[in-house]
């Protein structure tokens, strides 16, 4: 089989979206649009403490009210989340104790949701206050213990190279500085739900659910309510966003499941906005202490990091955010530079706030904040320009593939390049001029930069440890495709890039192709979506498939044209005969023939063409890299900044649909602005969330959003097609460049910026009655 005329045709091409005809349009299919009759809604009773004991809980006002189907607390929904690594129970409705302000206690169950919402308000909680423990301080302190049974260090680890202390103790210099980043969340724009119904004539159980990935939500769900897999469908219909938290498995799910199959009645719960803020998980929260050694010209040759990881008050199941940002941070401390010797330490621990989950880019964004924040620190120690502390640090590309301190191995990428690209884009040499001549005039500019690396298509992610991506392939009788994948898109584009990838493969349209997913009757088990997956290992699924279908096409061709298979071509939606367009079949004509002709097929042949194919990557991890550039201006009367000029420089390997991968990068800029100047989930002495609506918990507005200038480069991975994920990268770039320009811009004040969200009344007090010394 011939593939010498095959070129692609959709592959890096800017190719419409397919899917946005109807998310545009309105006609999308939400979990709040799934409506069945006789269908109940559910409403919480939520924690309004954040550590107590539970004395009395009386539901039987609540019962009585008219329009109340049940009213569920753990005695009547008794499961548990159990942690077997950390030992810790989460009871699916609180029992007993309650551990932080969100915690469901109660579910009602009702005719609608007006009247569950009004039965909560009849719900009495006796609480028994404990005092609760909301800093790393009390944490690691120990003098109360979230989880009695246990001390609040759930989990510990420490990592030193070789040499450490002799490298870190000779170096002529050190720097120290502790980088804080505050709590945040995904805050996508559909909130959370489930629905669960039972098939009165089966008895099989569907669950419909807004998540990442289908199938590990069900393998979660069985595992808990000891359920037979084969009788549970679990669909996912359009997810609006869900950056990693949708990944992550919820209490509230077993709840409507359970009240579902134990009332025999369709059952949904959606979660409004402040549930949302308060029982989605949280991420981030940490604190990095740092130390850096370097010599006289900037080189650094050890970094000390010792870590504190609040996870809140519970594990979440299978993916415990504390360790997952811990470990995503320090595993690429050293980022894109050539630095020796690491010392890490790792402490996470339990408090009583929300649980920690994912967020897009996990410890990428605070990995990256602390990585460029000691280079910023070491260019300031040493009077030196950032930009050269940068240049002799950076990994060459003749040093690739480059083992870091960490033990991570770098597949070939162009740090340098990136780098030296996103300058001339911005504008660098021409700056320190320009910034000179603003800050006579009582203007501070500042510039920043971040190169980053963006570990992708990790064996193991938020979405589960499934190292590999199916796709089920059927070119139906008509010769249309129809392609099915264990994907979980929330707004990515999968259906047109993996339909991009198949279309060249099979030399057809890319509107002749259809791509479902979402459905566990129907799609190939996969891993879902998550940790920047999708392109890297289920695109290479698209393309296995797609070539064990084009294999089925050219023995049925070369068959009907007496020929050898290796002398088949695909071209223009036709198998011929090499050399000879004339001479060959249609891709209909031999789909027709497959399942309607067969007496035509080859004797060793089934009839039919279907495949199913799973792609497992040569490469357990590999990694995108880019650098992004931006310059503000501060107001230090007003501590309001302006984004003046955005550039991003970026190298995902080969790119499938290069307008998907700015659409991308521009939403994780986005992201990056809200997590440097306005998302902090914030709590009082009590424990009490006090950002509980998108009054207090702000988000970058469109005005907030600078145009940007993108540009790509291009060095392909190893694993088939040459993708490397790029999902997270801008979201891990943004805030440490934005941090870096904020603090060249207030230089002269001595201020150096080690804790995001920077809030105006910061830069105010960081400024206020300093004089501007020119540094």
């Keep these: 089989m011939s593939r010498l005329l095959t070129k692609p045709r959709f592959t890096g091409a800017r190719v419409t979206r397919m899917e946005d005809d109807r998310l545009l349009k309105g006609q999308g299919r939400y979990l709040d649009d799934i409506t069945v009759p006789g269908m109940l809604e559910i409403a919480f009773v939520r924690s309004n403490r954040s550590a107590a004991k539970l004395v009395e809980v009386d539901v039987e006002a609540a019962r009585n009210l008219p329009g109340v189907i049940a009213v569920l607390t753990a005695e009547d929904c008794p499961y548990v989340l159990h942690d077997e690594k950390y030992q810790v129970d989460q009871s699916v409705l609180a029992k007993d104790e309650v551990r932080f302000v969100g915690e469901p206690i109660v579910a009602i169950v009702a005719e609608n949701r007006y009247i569950a919402e009004d039965a909560t308000e009849l719900v009495r909680v006796q609480y028994d206050a404990l005092p609760p423990v909301l800093t790393a301080k009390d944490a690691l302190g120990d003098t109360r213990r979230v989880h009695s049974q246990r001390p609040n260090v759930f989990e510990h680890w420490e990592q030193v190279t070789d040499g450490f202390e002799d490298a870190f103790n000779a170096a002529p210099h050190r720097a120290q500085a502790t980088f804080v980043t505050h709590r945040q969340t995904g805050v996508p724009m559909e909130t959370r739900g489930c629905a669960a119904m039972v098939d009165p004539a089966s008895g099989r159980l569907t669950v419909y659910v807004s998540h990442q990935s289908v199938h590990q939500f069900r393998t979660d769900l069985i595992k808990v309510m000891n359920l037979d897999e084969h009788q549970v469908r679990v669909v996912v219909p359009e997810v609006g966003g869900a950056f990693g938290i949708k990944a992550m498995f919820y209490t509230e799910y077993i709840v409507v499941t359970h009240a579902a199959k134990t009332l025999g009645r369709p059952v949904k719960w959606i979660g409004d906005r402040t549930e949302s803020l308060l029982a989605d998980c949280h991420a981030r929260d940490n604190i990095h202490e740092v130390e850096v050694a370097f010599d006289d010209d900037g080189v650094i040759c050890a970094v000390r990091d010792n870590v504190i990881g609040d996870t809140g008050a519970y594990p979440i199941l299978g993916f415990p955010g504390a360790v997952g940002e811990a470990g995503w941070a320090t595993g690429h401390l050293t980022g894109p530079y050539k630095i020796p010797h ?39 120690k040493l ?106 898109p929330s707004g990515q584009g999968h259906e047109t890039t993996l339909a991009q990838l198949i279309a060249d493969e099979l030399s057809v349209d890319v509107g002749d192709i259809v791509v479902l997913h979402g459905d566990t009757d129907s799609a190939p088990f996969g891993g879902g979506t998550g940790g920047s997956r999708s392109a890297t290992i289920g695109g290479g699924a698209a393309l296995k498939a797609a070539r064990e279908m084009r294999g089925k096409l050219a023995k049925i061709a070369a068959h009907l044209l007496e020929a050898s298979e290796e002398d088949i071509e695909f071209q223009d939606g036709q198998a011929h005969v090499a050399g000879v367009p004339s001479r060959g079949h249609s891709i209909a004509q031999l789909a027709r023939i497959a399942y309607t002709d067969v007496s035509k097929l080859p004797d060793d042949m089934q009839p039919g063409l279907e495949v199913v194919s799973r ?19 501060v107001d230090v009367q007003t501590g309001l900044v302006k984004i003046l000029d955005y550039v991003a420089v970026n190298d995902c390997g080969v790119l499938i ?14 992201q990056g602005i809200g997590s440097t100047f306005l998302e902090e989930l914030r709590y009082d002495d009590a ?72 809030l105006p009344q910061h830069i105010i007090a960081w400024t206020k009655d300093k004089v501007a010394v020119e540094a």
């Design 342 to 380: 690491v010392s890490i330490t790792v402490d996470c621990v339990f408090s009583n706030k929300t649980p920690v989950g994912a967020y897009r880019g996990v410890g990428g964004p605070v990995g990256a904040q602390v990585q460029e924040g000691y280079i910023d620190l070491v260019a300031r």
């Design 383 to 488: 009077g030196k320009d950032p930009i050269e502390v940068r240049r002799v640090n950076l990994i060459q590309k003749d040093q690739f593939p480059f083992v870091s301190a960490t033990g991570n191995t770098y597949d070939p990428g162009s740090y340098a390049e990136s780098m030296e690209e996103a300058l001339r884009l911005i504008g660098y040499d021409t700056f320190r001029d320009e910034q000179v001549e603003a800050r006579k005039q009582g203007r501070y500019l500042g510039i920043g930069v971040c190169v980053f690396v963006e570990p992708s298509a990790g064996v193991s992610s938020e979405a589960g440890s499934i190292p590999y991506e199916a796709v089920t392939l059927r070119l139906e009788p008509s010769g249309k495709i129809t392609a099915s994948t264990g994907l979980g």
């Design 615 to 633: 792609y497992r990557p040569p490469m357990s991890v590999t990694y995108s890299n880019g650098t992004h550039a931006v310059k503000v201006e």
């Design 657 to 670: 649909n290069p307008m998907i991968v700015e659409g991308q990068i521009h939403g994780g800029v986005a």
């Design 687 to 758: 424990g009490q969330l006090t950002t509980t609506s998108l009054a207090e918990y702000l988000l970058p507005a469109m005005t907030d959003v600078p145009r940007m200038r993108i540009e790509h480069l291009v060095t392909p991975s190893g694993n088939d097609g040459g993708f490397k994920g790029m999902g997270e990268g801008s979201l891990i770039a943004g805030p440490p460049s934005l941090c870096s320009a904020v603090s060249n811009a207030l230089e002269p004040f001595g201020v150096f910026v080690t804790e995001i969200p920077i």
